[in-house]
């Protein structure tokens, strides 16, 4: 049986390893803190402290591997599980930063830090009252503390508690006016109501307190177009080399850069920096085309005819909910904002209720009775949009991908009414190249991928579109919208069963939040500059040339 290490062999490797932490030379303490680790592999400090170097000198998956290494030798290691979370979350993998989260508040629930982390995760996940229940979690345990603040602010920003949010952030930067966070988060509080030049300057000086926040350049650029290069495309191109700059932020930074170039004219220079882009999305989700096209293949095979003709007997007669589907940057913000204008309609933003629903119904098969899931699901749908409004006539849900669960609604709900924003594919697929998604999303933005999506979606289009009736499946096109407005917002009214109201022609008027990245275009007038922008990029489309002709 071989011998312990001799406890002198390993102090003098942990000292110069704490040297050189101290010192912030995190690369330089790896080779000590991996050499002590051989000495004894089951110690978990030693193991700890080799994955927070690694962690710190921007080496994630050995950092995860020593981790892991010292939570299995000690269950309850909280830090290590803490730490874990983090690489977990720079790694992309959500689901097990989340699992890592929740382990270290379940050994230490006053863990604000972890408790926020994990709020802002599964926030991006779609799930809204888990995601309050963290940052509520976050502000009792944190109190007056930093973390503690900006839990409670971003539990208000999620419950749309907007003012009170606010006010909180604006307390914090009172009392801490270097917190670079409270100044982002505050600046697309801003944004969403239209203030675009307080915005900017909140993302400004989050910038300037920590450049590591360099994908806020996203969120600033997308304030107003960049009329005048004075210095900002330099100092987006110098912020790339920012030592240390996590993945999600580079590619934010990369869409930030091909935003101003395309605002100032240089659609070769934004085209590289939007395929820079999609390349470290890419790094995070690789897209399974073949594998997407089945599950379509699937959809269309379960939404027959027969099942459709079944709606007003398995569904629920309420005519509450207003879908407005199609694929990301098709118009579906603009036509939320016109009919949410109307005094008897609510806007409910993206809601994530069929994404989830849907999702656990397709992977159920034909199997069973549909019935009782019906049931439930309309109950649970019907409990989130009268939580939104509870007096409305109407209530929207524009999440876009509900594209995908259109058949389902229908039968859940046979007088829904379901708007699909249609818009020149190749537009259509440019604009999402250029757009910011979560790299969690399943989804391409770039590339053979993207055009491959594109087909599934048209695909799964013209089933519904052979299959659902006619006066509850309404089809809008974003060149006819912006061409002549008024017929066609009068025909979106109509469609939707309420009065006509001349507000529902000045959506730019229309004073609720915005979350989606069209910020700053609903704010204006209904223009027709986005039509055939593919054209700017002619030379450099490359696979999405293929998607010129429809």
Same mark, same amino acid.
């Given at each position: ?55 710190? +000198? ?43 989260? #929740? ?12 408790? %926020? ?75 969403? %109501? ?35 290069? #004075? ?15 996590? +993945? ?104 994530? %209720? ?122 809008? #096109? ?73």
């Amino acid at each position: 049986m071989p011998q312990s290490p001799n406890p002198q062999q390993v102090a003098p490797l942990l000292a110069l390893a704490t040297k050189l932490l101290s010192a912030g030379r995190p690369a330089d303490a790896i080779p000590p803190l991996r050499e002590a680790a051989l000495l004894q592999p089951s110690n978990p400090i030693i193991q700890h402290d080799l994955g927070l170097a690694c962690l710190e +000198a921007g080496c994630v998956p050995d950092a995860i591997a020593a981790l892991q290494r010292a939570v299995a030798s000690n269950p309850r290691y909280t830090d290590a599980y803490f730490r874990l979370g983090i690489a977990f979350e720079k790694l992309g993998n959500i689901g097990a930063a989340i699992v890592a989260y #929740d382990r270290a508040t379940e050994l230490l629930p006053s863990l604000t830090e972890a408790w %926020f982390r994990a709020g802002a995760l599964v926030y991006t996940l779609g799930h809204r009252d888990e995601a309050i229940g963290c940052f509520r979690r976050a502000a009792a345990t944190g109190g007056k503390t930093s973390f503690g603040r900006l839990g409670k602010a971003r539990a208000l920003l999620t419950e749309n508690r907007n003012q009170e949010a606010e006010q909180v952030l604006r307390q914090t930067l009172a009392l801490d006016p270097r917190n670079a966070m409270a100044h982002d988060l505050l600046g697309n509080l801003l944004s969403e %109501f239209g203030r675009f030049n307080e915005a900017r300057e909140c993302f400004q000086r989050a910038i300037a307190i920590a450049p590591l926040l360099a994908g806020s350049y996203y969120d600033l650029v997308r304030c107003r177009p960049v009329t005048s290069d #004075d210095g900002l495309l330099q100092r987006m191109e110098a912020a790339l080399a920012t030592p240390g700059l996590e +993945a999600v932020q580079r590619l934010r930074l990369y869409l930030a850069i091909g935003k101003a170039a395309e605002d100032l004219g240089d659609y070769a220079l934004a085209m590289q920096h939007f395929d820079a882009a999609d390349a470290v999305r890419r790094g995070f989700a690789p897209f399974d085309s073949a594998a997407f096209s089945i599950e379509i293949g699937r959809l269309i095979a379960r939404c027959t005819p027969e099942l459709i003709a079944q709606a007003d007997e398995l569904g629920n007669c309420d005519a509450t909910p207003l879908l407005i589907i199609g694929m990301p940057r098709s118009g579906t913000t603009l036509v939320e904002q016109i009919v949410s204008m109307h005094p008897e309609v609510e806007g409910g933003g993206e809601l994530h %209720f069929w994404n989830e629903r849907g999702a656990a119904w397709h992977r159920s098969g034909t199997a069973g009775n549909e019935r009782p899931f019906l049931a439930k699901a309309a109950a649970d749908y019907l409990g989130v949009l009268r939580a939104i409004a509870p007096t409305a006539a109407r209530v929207t849900d524009k999440m876009p991908f509900n594209f995908l669960w259109a058949g389902l609604i229908h039968v859940a709900f046979p007088r829904a009414i379901i708007i699909h924003c249609r818009r020149a594919a190749v537009d259509t697929a440019l604009s999402i190249h250029q757009t910011h998604f979560h790299p969690s999303l399943a989804f391409p933005t770039g590339g053979a991928e993207l055009v491959a999506y594109f087909r599934g979606y048209q695909r799964l289009m013209d089933h519904w579109r052979r299959v659902l009736p006619a006066d509850r499946f309404i089809e809008i #096109d974003y060149e006819d919208l912006t061409r002549a407005p008024e017929p066609v917002i009068r025909r979106i009214i109509g469609a939707c069963g309420v009065a006509w109201n001349d507000a529902c022609l000045r959506p730019e008027c229309n004073p609720r939040a915005v979350k989606t990245p069209s910020k700053w275009q609903t704010r204006q007038p209904i223009y027709r500059s986005s039509v055939a922008r593919w054209r700017r990029y002619e030379p450099w489309l490359g696979p999405l040339r293929a998607l010129v002709e429809g």
